[in-house]
């Protein structure tokens, strides 16, 4: 059985940067991992994502601000955010899928596991 579990979420102003984690269990085969995010009256939507050879896509909106990786010792996936500004806030999910493909799936119907979000809130 699959379980993620996301922390690191919190407050932070404009321009300062924050790191949120996602802990996995049970993915023992190929995977896709996912950073979506979902803001308040917004549809979700994918932000980052990293094959299982830690190869990595990004959205356009965060490219150059974020940095997804994975500490495969501590198996722990990493969402490194930097020059977050206001728009960023937004309740963050860590989301995985068995794939085998070196492009990681984006869409968030095609990931059937799903951490319960962690809070990121970025003041002005």
């Known amino acids: 059985q699959v379980q993620l579990v996301e922390s690191g979420g919190g407050s932070v102003q404009a321009g300062g940067s924050l790191r949120i984690s996602c802990a996995p269990s049970?993915?023992?085969?190929?995977?896709?991992m996912g950073w979506f995010r979902q803001a308040s009256g917004n549809q979700r939507e994918g932000v980052a994502f990293?094959?299982?050879?830690?190869?990595?896509q990004y959205a356009d909106f965060v490219r150059g601000r974020f940095t997804v990786a994975k500490d495969n010792a501590k198996n722990t996936l990493f969402l490194q955010m930097s020059s977050l500004k206001p728009e960023d806030t937004a309740i963050y999910y860590c989301?995985?899928?068995?794939?085998?493909?070196?492009?990681?799936?984006?869409?968030?119907?095609?990931?059937?596991?799903w951490g319960r979000g962690t809070q990121v809130t970025v003041s002005s």
């Open positions: 989301a995985a899928v068995f794939y085998s493909a070196l492009t990681c799936p984006r869409g968030e119907n095609l990931y059937p596991f």
């Open positions: 049970g993915l023992t085969d190929a995977h896709c």
């Open positions: 990293i094959n299982m050879y830690g190869e990595t």
